[in-house]
């Protein structure tokens, strides 16, 4: 009987102590794993047994496995992360308007400049047809300027367009992920134990959106995650993920607006 309670504590502690390295083999195999969140094994006192000489340990349990998270942590990166994507793209807008208005002789300033010069000569000698000759031409070169520099904010504007194409659809495909996963983490969190890997992966598609849009994120009792953009307009709620539209602006049909459709059921 000795032995037998002593062989059943020796495999309780092989088991749980395996369970720990297979959750450490798997923390180095995802070190570089994008939104990889390190976990760890829980140990827990199996219970002492009553004999007629006090209580007999019986071993050791694996409690659960948990992953080294922060809430508070998670949503400052996505923060961090909307913040840095909009200076970064707000920085390559600026530098690409910066090219369409040049500095020196090949600006739109040097040329009115001129212009204007021209027309400080033709003031001073109104009778000089040579004068005035200038005048029409420093007036056409202006013109061909601007139209260039028109030309160019359209091009921008095009390719401006077509971007935020891309990014409604990509919010629109990532929107849909985080409602899956919402979906699925509910389900798995009425098992009693997290689902380490799936939170990871909302986790990271959260910060995906946030590279896109501002997002902020509410979380809920049943382990699924709101997600809000703007002013507190809903993109995901539960297993239901809303899609952006772009739409046309009243005011300039060459520029668009984001606008945001019902929600639908993952």
Do not use: C
């Amino acid at each position: 009987m000795a032995n037998s309670a002593l062989t059943s504590l020796g495999t309780r502690a092989l088991f749980a102590n395996f369970a720990a390295l297979q959750v450490v083999g798997n923390n180095i195999a995802n070190a570089n794993t994008p939104g990889y969140s390190r976990q760890t094994v829980e140990f827990a006192n199996s219970g002492g047994q009553f004999t007629g000489a006090g209580f007999f340990g019986k071993g050791v349990d694996v409690s659960t496995v948990s992953r080294a998270h922060s809430e508070f942590l998670t949503r400052e990166l996505s923060t961090a992360t909307a913040l840095s994507a909009a200076d970064e793209a707000r920085a390559a807008q600026l530098q690409r308007l910066e090219s369409v208005f040049a500095t020196g002789e090949a600006g739109l300033g040097y040329a009115a400049g001129q212009f204007l010069n021209a027309f400080v000569d033709v003031a001073s000698s109104p009778q000089d047809a040579a004068a005035r000759q200038a005048v029409l031409s420093r007036a056409g070169d202006l013109a061909q300027r601007f139209k260039a520099a028109g030309d160019k904010i359209s091009d921008l504007q095009s390719g401006l367009v077509q971007d935020l194409g891309i990014a409604v659809n990509s919010v629109n495909t990532l929107a849909k992920g985080v409602a899956d996963w919402n979906d699925k983490i509910s389900s798995s969190i009425g098992l009693g134990h997290q689902p380490n890997d799936l939170l990871d992966q909302r986790d990271e598609m959260v910060r995906k959106i946030s590279e896109l849009v501002h997002v902020t994120t509410v979380a809920s009792r049943d382990g699924s995650m709101s997600v809000f953009i703007g002013g507190g307009q809903r993109l995901v709620l539960g297993a239901q993920a809303s899609k952006l539209a772009l739409s046309t602006d009243s005011f300039d049909p060459a520029r668009r607006r984001r606008s945001r459709r019902a929600a639908s059921r993952s």
